[in-house]
């Protein structure tokens, strides 16, 4: 393997853009003061207007769409998605969202009208999504996963998440053990869409030792494209109604943005992967 085959790049990428005010005043922050180099849009935030137009005024923070199922209320008519609507016009919650795909009742064809609706929605923002995922990983249950797909190639959408971590490490955490062991076996099949080479974030989140955390598995990041997701954001009232994760998201902001991450990246030479400056003029 050649020297450049080796070099390491991490590409962080904040969750949750546009979810409320708090959480995008909070991704903003830890673009400008920290680390993040990507976000991804909730299409059906209820900060989406203001949020996409703070993207279109920092064109160096790539963004792509948070494709989502299990929260808040869906872009397409609710009669036309029966089986993901809940109650109050709103997406069913992610457990029985689970059960009715279990069961074969949350259909195919509905859920790729309604991610198509969202990712339309980004464009007519007058934004050029540079990647997708999706909330609560949905985009990799069987079936699903070639809906994301599909929509990638049809709107030109370069890269689609892969969220496959080492179960190497942190074996005390069950929780992000159990879920990396899913997503692990999810994430076997063939990906025709680029992706990154590791993928890290599941044992940070939650973590009240954030920071520490963090700087622990910078040094043993493997050559090539690391992506770390993130969840920063500031706390306010509207995430303490919509969210769980709240004290949490303000932990990572202030992790992110500490100095001693940007100098500790320095120092083991792992550049930061920014978007492509010509990615918009391409799109366009």
């Known amino acids: 393997m050649n020297r450049r085959a080796k070099k390491r790049k991490l590409r962080v990428t904040a969750d949750d853009f546009g979810f409320v005010p708090g959480v995008t005043d909070g991704i903003l922050e830890a673009y400008e003061k920290g680390i993040v180099t990507h976000t991804s849009l909730m299409a059906g935030g209820l900060d989406f207007e203001r949020a996409a137009a703070l993207s279109r005024e920092n064109p160096g923070l790539g963004v792509g769409i948070h494709l989502t199922l299990t929260w808040g209320k869906p872009l397409s008519p609710p009669a036309s998605i029966p089986s993901l609507m809940g109650e109050d016009e709103k997406f069913a919650p992610l457990p029985l969202a689970l059960k ?18 969202q990712i339309e929605s980004v464009f007519r923002a007058g934004l050029f999504p540079t990647h997708l995922d999706s909330h609560h990983h949905l985009h ?17 959408v370069p890269w ?6 080492s179960c190497r490490h942190h074996f005390h955490l069950r929780e992000a053990l159990l879920k990396r062991i899913v997503l692990g076996m999810l994430t076997l099949r063939p990906w025709p869409l680029p992706t990154s080479d590791a993928f890290r974030g599941l044992t940070l989140q939650g973590q009240r030792d954030y920071l520490s955390r963090l700087k622990e598995i910078l040094p043993s990041l493997p050559g090539g494209n690391t992506e770390l997701m993130v969840h920063p954001g ?23 943005c500490d100095p001693g991450v940007k100098q500790l990246l320095k120092d083991l030479e792992i550049e930061l992967d ?8 391409e799109s366009l």
């Open 274 to 281: 920014r978007p492509d400056s010509d990615f918009r003029k």
């Open 160 to 165: 689609l998440r892969r969220p496959r971590e």
């Open 100 to 117: 009715r795909y279990l069961g074969g009742r949350l259909k195919k064809g509905e859920v790729a009208r309604e991610w198509k609706n």
């Open 234 to 256: 500031r706390a306010d009232r509207l995430l303490e109604k919509e969210d769980t994760y709240v004290w949490e998201r303000e932990i990572e902001l202030q992790s992110l």
């Open 140 to 156: 990799l249950l069987p079936g699903l996963l070639a809906v994301a797909f599909q929509l990638a190639g049809e709107y030109r």
